[in-house]
């Protein structure tokens, strides 16, 4: 089994870990008032990206308007 990391499940689990380690950097060393910006700044994230994993799921890709192979 090949496994590809041009997906979108890859690039989804590639943010999550780096969303996780500036939180946790955040969390750890800056003031409450700016964790909590940090986390609706998160959020809003977390909004965009299931606005698009639904819309991925929801509409199909567009077909390609060049044929496939040019014959001569």
Do not use: N, Q
């Not at 890859?10 to 060393?29: K, M, N, P, Q, R």
């Amino acid at each position: 089994m090949k496994l590809s990391l041009k997906t979108y499940t890859a690039y989804s689990i590639g943010c999550t870990v780096v969303w996780a380690v500036i939180l946790a950097g955040v969390a750890s060393e800056a003031s409450k008032d700016t964790v909590h910006k940090f986390f609706l700044l998160f959020l809003g994230w977390v909004i965009g990206w299931l606005s698009a994993t639904i819309a991925r799921a929801v509409y199909p890709p567009p077909k390609s308007r060049r044929p496939r192979s040019v014959r001569a």
